[in-house]
């Protein structure tokens, strides 16, 4: 297990151990089953139109911990890191 596993790892025991203890444990589970599907269909959708989203553990975590949001945000970065590239 590397460093960066062990700090996503011990990150999301926190959250789960937040969420439940406020009782949102459904809409957490809800926000990040929308965030994961999104970003699918962002990913589907880029492959489309012949760009690129890497699915990396870093998108993925962005994806399902940020939502929706986290998924604009990831496609915002990858559309303002490749114009400058």
């Known amino acids: 297990m590397t460093l960066l596993t062990g700090i996503f790892a011990v990150g999301g025991i926190i959250i789960l151990i937040y969420m439940l203890k406020r009782r949102s444990f459904g ?19 880029c492959r489309l ?14 994806g399902t911990i940020g939502g929706l949001p986290g998924v604009i945000l990831l496609i915002a970065l990858m559309t303002v890191f490749s114009q400058s590239a």
């Open 49 to 62: 139109l012949h760009t690129d989203i890497p699915v990396t553990a870093f998108s993925v975590s962005l």
């Open 27 to 45: 809409f957490g589970i809800l926000s990040a089953l929308c965030g994961f599907f999104s970003l699918i269909a962002a990913y589907l959708v």
